[in-house]
């Protein structure tokens, strides 16, 4: 059975000309072409994704706009894409994808764009009309709920089961993405109200504005008389700062009280690296998880105060807690506070704007100024990755540091590297991307194709457009399948894949544990041969040499790829001396 056969069988009976007429591009409008002019008429440019037979209604209708499709290889890295596109622009990613296998496909990719707060819209095809409902009529594809596997991984699910209300729901689900906590937000469009003729004229305008997502004001008030007191004010910045574009009244804030500011590896770049304020991002050594447990009023943005924050669950404040964000179940969801549901943005310029700190309160750290205790407190962190072995990692992630020009984004994939990169990364202009959110492997390569997609649409050159993709040898594996897609528009991203011979942090992980590792290590493709297969010029460099391969890599046209291969050690772990 085709597609449009099977649209057919449920077709009205004054369409008789209809699906089979639509589906083979006489330009007939139908349900494919709402989503289309919907999408177009709210700002979207560009979708990523993959077609399956209920969706060529909506692809064929694709084909009549103005929408750029970027098709990817599996449909968890086009869910990586889109949540890329979405991070380096602020723009909404959208996401097209196949009934059943392929929609079930995106969902780890899903995982971490709703962890993170990633404003995105799916649009997912579903069996006709007449299968819902767990009938078990054998259709291709179908499950017994598919809206229902998106629930854990999306801030909502929508069936839409007539064409009329395609644009509304559109425009509701773009609302909702948008409004903080941003998310994923998940629709679906069954085959043959996809692909059936409509009476609803073309879409010209659509709306979607954020919600408001202020604090209350008892809130306000009271943080201010908390701040206004403190004596050792201190400040955790997490992801919810960069979503909520809070960073000018951040430092603002920081500024007036004059405290130290520490970012997660969510927050990374909320605050400036080199700021006398600054305590970059050593957020799992003891030294900073001291400090702020000494924090007498602590300001927590954007964060659950989860597992890497907490130092591992180890971090005991002392101090009351001030806590923001978009989420509500994120309030003292780990310590108890003063909690204020708020977009950070919104958050911080209402707390901005009422604050001043009266001229007689300084703040006492013991004696030592804030300025002083950062300035300590960061050499003591350099101290004692000085006393390890790590010189060469210090090394490798400084290479890197300097190649990468300035205001280049960067996309780190779950691999050692990367847990560097969320301590010791200073993003300058550019912006710092990992999945932290949900620590799902995969993300880096296919995220920054997404990226450099993203950051081409909204009109930087390829050469500016370029970003920096960094998987390891595991990792990469669940991307490489997106060479083609690299390939095939010519996406300007760098991708250094770092081969260690395994799952690396496993295999420290469990040596350390149990005194051997079990089934970390990998046989491994030759990864310069396989790019090239792909049409993709690529390089093995030894680890000294990486600055330098990259530089070139950054020069070049297109996408490439730089091999190192080389054993990356963790830093010691500092929560288990406690
Ligand atoms: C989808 C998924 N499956 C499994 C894991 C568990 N996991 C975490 S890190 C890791 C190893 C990654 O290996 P690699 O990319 O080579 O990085 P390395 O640790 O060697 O630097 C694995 C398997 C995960 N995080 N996500
Ligand atoms: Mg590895």
Known sequence: MTAVESGATSAPAEADAGPAGAGAGTGVRNGGDLVVETLEALGAKTVFGIPGQHALGLFDAMG??????????????????????????????????????????????????????????????????????????GMLHQLDDQKASAANVTKSQRLIQHASGIPSAIQDAWTEAISSPQGPVWLEVPQNVLLDPIMV???????????DNPPRVELVREAVKWLSAAKRPAIIAGGGTRRGRAEKSLLSIAEKLRAPVICTPGGNGAFPWNHELSLQSWIEDRHMTDLLEDADVLVVIGSSLGEVTSNYFTFEPRGRIIQIDAEPRVLESNRPG??????????????????????????????????????????KVKERLESQDLARELQFMADIREAVPADMQTFWDMTISAYWGWSCW?????????????????????????????LETV????????????????????SIAELATAKQHNVPVTWLIVDDGGYG????????????????????????????????PATRVSPENVGDALKAGFAAD???????????KMFAPTHLDS
């Open 459 to 478: 009109g930087k050159s390829a050469a500016s457009a370029r970003v920096l993709a960094v998987s390891g040898d595991g990792s990469a594996m669940y």
């Open 558 to 568: 297109g996408p490439n790829v730089v091999v190192v291969e080389t054993l990356l």
């Open 505 to 536: 942090i496993l295999r420290e992980y469990m040596v350390g544990a149990f005194g051997k590792a079990t089934a970390t290590e990998l046989a491994r493709p030759d990864f310069v041969k396989l790019a090239e297969s792909f049409g993709v």
């Open 64 to 137: 009549r706009g103005n929408l750029k499709f970027v098709s990817s290889r599996v449909e968890n890295n086009s869910a990586f894409a889109a949540d890329g596109y979405s991070r380096a622009t602020g723009e909404v990613g959208v996401l097209f994808l196949s009934t059943g296998p392929g929609a079930l496909t995106s969902l780890a990719g899903l995982q971490e764009a709703y962890a993170t707060g990633v404003p995105m819209v799916v649009v997912a095809s579903q069996i006709p009309l007449e299968g819902l409902g767990a009938r078990r009529k």
């Open 426 to 454: 200073d993003a300058r202009e550019g912006q710092f991307h990992s999945a932290q959110g949900a620590g799902g492997l995969g993300y880096g390569f296919p995220a920054a194709i997404g990226g450099a997609v993203g």
């Open 201 to 211: 004229p073309p879409v010209e305008d659509a709306l979607a504005e954020a919600a």
């Open 338 to 379: 003063l909690g204020i549901r708020a977009d950070a943005g919104q958050a911080l310029a209402a707390l901005d704007a009422s604050l001043t700190v009266p001229a007689d309160t300084r703040p006492d750290w013991h004696g030592t100024s804030p300025e002083d205790l950062v300035r300590e407190s960061l050499r």
